[in-house]
């Protein structure tokens, strides 16, 4: 005769869920036969007036009225102020071949890059410039580039 396919461990993991099936149903049964009862205050929280989530509702004596209109969204409107946008430089770097170079602006001594889209003229380095400027995603553009007379 040959051995029974179940061995030692196959059944006691059996009896094991079967355990837990029967303690499952043991517990399903206490609940429907002891319901809790779910008031909504009960389940109420509530927060004071120093962030703390207490069970008690807040004092209405302690109120604090805010006027609507007293509450400003965004940022404080700016004043324009006028701002020479032809600035002088000087190229300090520039690859006809592929296109591009810097331009160091003579008053803030940043570089900005120029782009052979961006020119009115034919420039080399050296050269002394007049250009405008706009942003772009990587940073200020030189924009209208002109040798400067």
């Given at each position: 005769m040959s051995k029974s396919q179940e061995t030692w461990n196959k059944k006691e993991t059996e009896k094991k869920k079967q355990q837990k099936k029967k303690e499952k149903e043991q517990k399903k049964q206490e609940r429907k036969d002891n319901p809790k009862s779910s008031n909504i205050e009960d389940m109420m929280a509530y927060v004071d007036e120093y962030g703390n989530i207490t069970s008690t509702p807040p004092d209405p004596k302690k109120k604090i009225k805010i006027n609507e209109a007293d509450i400003s969204i965004g940022v404080a409107r700016q004043i324009a102020t006028e701002v020479d946008t032809v600035r002088k430089g000087t190229v300090t770097f520039f690859n006809e071949s592929k296109g591009y170079g810097f331009i160091k602006d003579s008053e803030t001594q940043e570089s900005i890059f120029v782009h052979v889209n961006g020119l009115e003229e034919p420039?080399?380095?050296?050269?002394?410039?007049?250009?405008?400027?706009?942003?772009?995603?990587?940073?200020?553009?030189?924009?209208?580039?002109?040798?400067?007379?």
């Amino acid at each position: 005769m040959s051995k029974s396919q179940e061995t030692w461990n196959k059944k006691e993991t059996e009896k094991k869920k079967q355990q837990k099936k029967k303690e499952k149903e043991q517990k399903k049964q206490e609940r429907k036969d002891n319901p809790k009862s779910s008031n909504i205050e009960d389940m109420m929280a509530y927060v004071d007036e120093y962030g703390n989530i207490t069970s008690t509702p807040p004092d209405p004596k302690k109120k604090i009225k805010i006027n609507e209109a007293d509450i400003s969204i965004g940022v404080a409107r700016q004043i324009a102020t006028e701002v020479d946008t032809v600035r002088k430089g000087t190229v300090t770097f520039f690859n006809e071949s592929k296109g591009y170079g810097f331009i160091k602006d003579s008053e803030t001594q940043e570089s900005i890059f120029v782009h052979v889209n961006g020119l009115e003229e034919p420039i080399k380095e050296n050269n002394k410039v007049t250009f405008e400027t706009e942003n772009s995603p990587k940073g200020l553009n030189a924009i209208k580039v002109k040798l400067s007379k």
